[in-house]
């Protein structure tokens, strides 16, 4: 892999922790093996426990019975919703989900009754004799049916199937349109994708020996969450709930509600038994019941001047939220604030909204609605760039957004650098983008053919006006100079801990082996809201900088005391404390730290970071939506068989602004790593669903990419550092997934001359340009000015 790195040119600070690409602090447990995950738990006296799934996928429950299941040698207990203390139902933002269905099923995932047994086979041999009758109910399997008149209203409290709705409105949409001289109107598709994490949901409950209190770990991404539904659903008080985070083997965003659901279940267990409990999904168990991305239904309407100027966008989208809202509310906000792309357009109106189905529920996925409609925008522009006879590279560069420029929910960019042109641009030199262009553009001879494409985004960093975006860590130097540090977010991979260690240890002036991250677990950091969102970094990075400059500050006191100079005048670096006037007088870490401790000075702090603020006004679909913003381009080479349809991409190109790279190699990581997902969500990754069944119930159906799917990944990162980040960082982790897709479909364009508009590109809608698949596919587009192909 070959990582460019390009900087501003102006008085670069040097740092001796920070901006290097130093070894992740939780390698060597990794590749040793010595890591233990949720699944590797074990605890004395252990129980297991299995889940009842509903047989239908809309149903009232009319009686369980469980006299059979309680026979079967080993079966301790058979638990269903009578049996929780609490409320019944979940939900961060709307409570419609039940953690154990009550008098209703609404998906084939719903789980009706949980089996607890002392092995794992009793625990499957108690679910079959688990008897429950039903009255099976109508069911609508898509949003369109969901939509109808007369259809089945799924929840009471939304009638018309709607959990849902927002709109961006900026300028007159119709004057812009009589202003074009080309209107270009397309619809596209994406598809349910599952999040595909190598570890399936693993979790246990361990209860206090009191019976008063329960204590809970496993593969967590969101521990305060699981916190109070715990806390609701049982009827517990918040001081006797406990639950750590244990290493997590991929999550990108699956393991969040389904996680609470089974908490409470096995902690239900915990309490009734007297007895730790743990459950794990199978992979099948993971498919149906685990929340996927959305798919979108998305109808694009663009006005262009001749010379590729854009004068209007409208969008109007459906997004499947599936039997329950999850975090649909969510998702859609920001696909609609996104949903006009990185571009300078003065008039937009967009409408979204989430629709109810009785197809397995929606939620939080890497990009979080983004992926969506960046396929939209950028497969839009390209169609666009063709129809005007102007290379995309150039309409973009024409159109996209500059700093001082306004988005399209009227915020104006003046107070970071906005870098999509120079992302664009440094794309395009790496992968000789013109050059292909031009050579791809005349016939090719042979079956296989060669085409190139490209993209761009822009991305709301952090959680924005979706709500309170905060965040908290502790940094505490002990006595023997080692530094500990531990906040509410959640390392699943992205390496979270690395990047707090490496801040806290620039910060403090001492080298990265000396700081240790601790499990994030509730009864030890404060709640520093979800590690959701690409957060991370800038909240949790913030957080911990303010903890580190608290202790720095007490100890450069201290130094200057004992060298007799000014507090001002220290530096912190490479285990000393030094006297910028003169370096040849300095004191060791360690001795300043004794000195602190002999004069009774506490050395740890509590550090804080609240975002600055951001408005949105829902009612009038404007605003500014999140503090700041990161910036992205993608350039895709492919070569297809044109008698297969079969697509090979050789190379991706990604330049990425992040404000400033913690760790470089890490960040070089996330981005071929968010490629590579990207490409199984272009190409090949699809939940099928027939009647809300799950065909493709494992891994050997369910295709994702391998290593041979994969190409070399060259990443570009971009820094100019953002005033509001802990060392001018931002993020990256969802944007690297967003741009890939529409890149590769271009290029699939330019190779065979056939568009594809629904997701995935499979063999199917490549070689032949369109859905196999009844009710899906292209529903017609138009163009005044253009012809359309």
Known sequence: MSTTVERLPASEP???????????????????????????????????????????PHARILAIRKEKALAVPGVRCVLTAADLPGEKTMGEVIQDQYVLAEDRVRYLGDVVAVVVAETPEAAAAGVKAVEVDYEELPAVFSPEEALRPGAPVLHEQYPDNVCARHRVRKGDVEAGFREADVVIERTYRTQFVEHAYIETEAVVAIPDPAGRGVTVVGSIQNPYAVRRTLVRCLKLPMSRVRVVQEAIGGTFGGKLEIMEAMSVRVALAALVTGRPVRLVNTREESLVESHKRHPYLMRYKAGFKKDGTITALQADIIAEAGCYACMSPFVTWRS????????????????????????????????????????????????????????????????????????????????????????????????????????????????????????????????????????????????????????????????????????????????????????????????????????????????????????SAVMREVAAEELGVAPEDILAADGFLWARSDPTRRLAFDHVVRVCRSRGLVLSAVGTYKAPPVSWHEEEGRGEAYFTYVYA?????????????????????????????????????????????????????????????????????????????????????????????????????????????????????????????????????????????????????????????
């Open 633 to 789: 381009a993608h350039v895709a080479e492919v070569e297809v068989d044109t008698v297969t349809g079969e697509v090979r991409v050789l190379g991706i190109w990604a330049a990425h602004d992040v404000g400033r790279a913690i760790n470089p190699g890490e960040v070089a990581g996330q981005i071929v790593g968010g490629s590579a997902m990207a490409l199984g969500f272009a190409l090949m990754e699809e939940v099928e669903l027939q009647e809300g069944r799950t065909r493709n119930r494992n891994l050997d159906e369910y295709l994702i990419p391998t290593s041979l799917d994969v190409p070399e990944v060259y990443p570009i990162i971009l820094e100019n550092p953002d005033p509001d980040g802990p060392f001018g960082a931002k993020s990256i982790g969802e944007c690297s997934a967003e741009v890939t897709g529409p890149a590769i479909t271009e290029a699939i364009w330019q190779a065979t001359g056939r568009r594809v508009r629904e997701l995935p590109a499979d063999l199917e809608r490549v070689l032949l340009g369109k859905s196999l698949r009844p009710g899906r596919g292209d529903r017609g587009s138009q163009v005044r000015g253009g012809a359309e192909k």
């Open 336 to 551: 609609v604030v996104q949903g006009a792309g990185p571009y300078r357009i003065p008039n937009v109106r967009i409408d979204i909204k989430a629709v109810y189905t009785n197809n397995t529920y929606t939620g939080s996925m890497r990009g979080f609605g983004a992926p969506q409609v960046a396929f939209g925008v950028e497969s839009l522009m390209n169609e666009a760039a063709e129809v005007l006879g102007i290379d995309p590279l150039d309409l973009r560069l024409k159109n996209c957004l500059r700093d001082g420029d306004t988005t399209a929910t009227g915020h104006k960019l003046d107070r970071h650098r906005v870098s999509v042109a120079e992302a664009l641009e440094k794309v395009a030199v790496a992968s000789d983008y013109r050059r292909k262009r031009q050579e791809y553009a005349q016939p090719q001879r042979g079956e296989k053919k060669r085409g190139v494409g490209i993209a761009c985004d822009i991305r709301g960093v952090s959680l924005g006006a979706e709500g309170a975006d905060w965040g908290s860590g502790i940094v505490t130097v002990e006595e023997d100079g080692t530094v500990t540090v531990t906040t509410g977010l959640t390392e699943h991979g992205q390496g979270l801990r690395t990047a707090f260690c490496q801040i806290a240890a620039e910060e403090l002036g001492v080298p990265l082996e000396r700081v240790r991250y601790l499990d994030t677990d509730t009864s030890r950091a404060p709640d520093s809201g979800p590690t959701v969102a690409s957060r991370g970094t800038i909240m949790g990075g913030n957080a911990v900088k303010d903890a580190a400059r608290r202790i």
């Open 14 to 56: 040097m740092f001796a922790v920070v901006n290097r690409p130093l070894p992740r602090v939780d390698a060597y447990e990794k590749v040793t093996g010595k890591l233990k995950y949720g699944a590797d738990l074990r605890f004395e006296g252990m129980l297991h426990a299995r889940c009842v799934y509903s047989r239908f």
